[in-house]
């Protein structure tokens, strides 16, 4: 596997070795002795989720604050998604910024968003298998989220020959500077 920066320090790509023939592939998705050393953290993955989305439908942008916060380790499993990380640190020199990575069943790459960053997905293909690991349980009392298009984030979303799909709850987020964020 190797580990590659994004244009906020601690939002990491990961691209697995992957062994191809004609029979298929092979590829270590995860290795905990690794992701603790590549990313100099220590963090305990404790929860698996999965979700199936069509062509169109964003997800996002949504967080839990402590003691509740979650990292998330995401990767596509079938199809194709836009997947984004907004930094939502209120200390940090990155804050409102985010960085945006096609993630596909194909490329096989994976997105460590560490704990104070919102996250989101736009499905780019017919519809998308996304599975993501995180570092705490879903607490709903915790769970917070940012308008997906704040005007003050500026996230370049991908055009779509289909209208975007969201939540009743994703459309009626706050902007960033009306939500609450991390120190």
């Known amino acids: 596997m190797k580990l590659v920066?994004?244009?906020?320090?601690?939002?990491?790509?990961?691209?697995?070795q992957v062994c191809c023939d004609d029979r298929?592939?092979?590829?270590?998705s995860f290795r905990q002795d690794w992701f603790n050393q590549s990313t100099g953290s220590n963090y305990e993955f404790i929860q698996d989720n999965h979700s199936r989305s069509s062509q169109g439908v964003l997800r996002g942008l949504h967080y839990q604050l402590p003691p509740h916060a979650q990292g998330k380790l995401v990767r596509v499993?079938?199809?194709?998604?836009?997947?984004?990380?907004?930094?939502?640190?209120?200390?940090?020199?990155?804050?409102?910024?985010?960085?945006g990575v096609e993630l596909t069943a194909e490329n096989h790459r994976q997105?460590?968003?560490?704990?104070?960053?919102?996250?989101?997905?736009l499905v780019l293909s017919e519809s998308a298998d996304f599975?993501?690991?995180?570092t705490a349980y879903y607490s709903?009392?915790?769970?917070?989220?940012?308008?997906?298009?704040?005007?003050?984030?500026?996230?370049?979303?991908?055009?779509?020959d289909v209208p975007f799909s969201l939540s009743d709850k994703d459309q009626k987020q706050p902007v960033l500077s009306r939500a609450d964020t991390f120190a």
Do not use: C, M
């Not at 920066?5 to 697995?16: F, M, N, Q, R």
């Not at 997105?111 to 997905?121: N, S, V």
């Not at 709903?140 to 779509?160: R, S």
């Open 140 to 160: 709903p009392q915790a769970d917070h989220g940012v308008l997906w298009n704040d005007p003050d984030i500026g996230i370049d979303w991908p055009k779509l």
């Open 24 to 28: 298929g592939f092979f590829f270590e």
């Open 77 to 99: 499993v079938s199809g194709a998604v836009f997947d984004v990380a907004v930094d939502i640190r209120s200390s940090s020199s990155t804050f409102g910024r985010w960085v």
């Open 111 to 121: 997105l460590w968003i560490p704990p104070g960053f919102a996250h989101g997905f």
């Open 131 to 134: 599975v993501y690991k995180t």
């Open 5 to 16: 920066s994004t244009e906020i320090p601690e939002v990491k790509l990961i691209e697995p």
